[in-house]
């Protein structure tokens, strides 16, 4: 028993809850990524280059053998896996920045002054004091 309950204690730590909440988030966050670049981004960018489908580029190496696929160097895949990567980087960078945004405003608030020390209450006192003592 005293390994189950050592391993709900680790499961249950804040840390090992957040990664895994992180990770689940990324993953979702990776599949939109994937499709804004693959169905919206990828069209555009072959178009403006010729009507270019990338996954399609490639380079035929060897001879070709009945019955088999020709092996083949993709450089178009890779391409494209170099544009999703630059724009997953970008849409998190956009995202890390704007977070830091609004919690730069949040921390710029400025704090309520603190209430004056006993200390300082007291030489108020005393210079309010003598202030109408010289008054009159």
Known sequence: MKLVDEFKAFVMRGNVVDLAVGVIIGAAFGKIVTSLVNDIFMPIIGMIVG?????????KIGEPV???????????????????????????????????????????????????????????????????????
């Not at 009507?51 to 380079?59: G, P, Q, R």
């Open 66 to 136: 009945e019955g088999v696929e020709q092996a083949a160097i993709k450089y178009g895949m890779f391409i494209q896996e170099i544009i999703n990567f630059l724009i997953i980087a970008l849409c998190i960078f956009m995202f890390i920045k704007l977070i830091a945004k609004i919690q730069k405003k949040k921390d710029e608030e400025p704090a309520p002054a603190p209430e004056p020390t006993k200390e300082e209450v007291l030489l108020t006192e005393i210079r309010d004091a003598l202030k109408k003592m010289s008054d009159k």
């Open 51 to 59: 009507n270019v489908d990338f996954t399609t580029l490639e380079i």
